[in-house]
């Protein structure tokens, strides 16, 4: 359910600014209008084992304990699409070749981005730009359970198409294919690309989450929920 509102002059919403040398490491930074908001990723860093000194009896020395292994969690970033352009108001990107066939799937909205990612086992797979509500229908920030998919949806308070709609809140704010233009908005749900949206739809399953922020960053390894989040 989109309305025009003519909000924003420049037709694109996400720059990367490409890989590190490293190649373990990218910047994302994502441009519209004074907006920028920047995700980072890199490698985090594990402390080291202490060291053990020679003690005067080996048969009480205490043995060197090994650092912990990180916890491989499906709700970490494990890897993000290389993209190397802006990504404009309509087009998308959707690449499931570095994700496994199977895993959980997490879906993450920044609103000062104004960008969509999908993580599937942790690997990003697809990514576009949004629409987004504004004044006294904004976007609500937080994490939401997919509660509903109805391919053929129409909204019965604007009477309004919202193809391939999976609910988020039982007021009716949704992700749901739109006409993603510059100068238009929603009522408060998350606006995609139509085919973006039957891709999504396609893979996303009841109870998935949602996680909806204004500003969110993150680095490779850190989890894209919580603790309290992801049971």
């Known amino acids: 359910m989109t309305k025009q509102a ?28 004074q907006d920028i908001a920047g995700t980072l990723f890199g490698n985090s860093t594990a402390e080291a084992a202490p060291m053990v000194t ?16 990180p916890v491989d969690s499906p709700f970490v970033v494990k890897s993000i699409l290389p993209i190397n352009e802006p990504i404009k108001f309509g087009k998308f990107y959707w690449d499931e070749t570095r994700a496994p066939a199977t895993g959980p799937l997490v879906v993450t909205v920044d609103l000062t981005a104004r960008v969509i990612s999908v993580f599937r086992d942790g ?8 629409l987004k509500g504004y004044g006294e229908k904004p976007t609500p920030t937080g994490v939401f359970p997919i509660t509903q998919k109805d391919a053929d949806h129409v909204s ?25 233009e510059k100068g238009y908005a929603t009522n408060g749900c998350v606006g995609v690309p139509d085919d973006f949206a039957a891709k999504l739809f396609a893979q996303a399953k009841l109870g998935d989450k949602v996680i909806i922020t204004d500003g969110r ?14 049971s």
Request: charged share 15%.
């Open 123 to 130: 690997h990003e797979i697809g990514a576009a730009a949004i």
């Open 54 to 69: 020679a003690a005067a009896d080996p048969a009480v020395m205490t043995p060197a304990v090994a650092a912990p292994k």
């Open 217 to 230: 960053k993150m680095t490779v390894g850190d989890p894209i929920l919580t603790g309290e989040h992801a």
């Open 156 to 180: 019965n308070i604007y009477d309004a198409p919202m193809p391939h709609m999976l609910r988020l809140t039982n007021d009716g704010v949704s992700i749901h294919g739109s006409k993603v």
């Open 6 to 33: 003519n909000l924003w002059s420049k037709s694109w919403v996400r720059m990367p600014l490409g890989l590190l040398a490293t190649g373990a490491a990218s910047l994302l930074a994502f441009n519209v209008g």
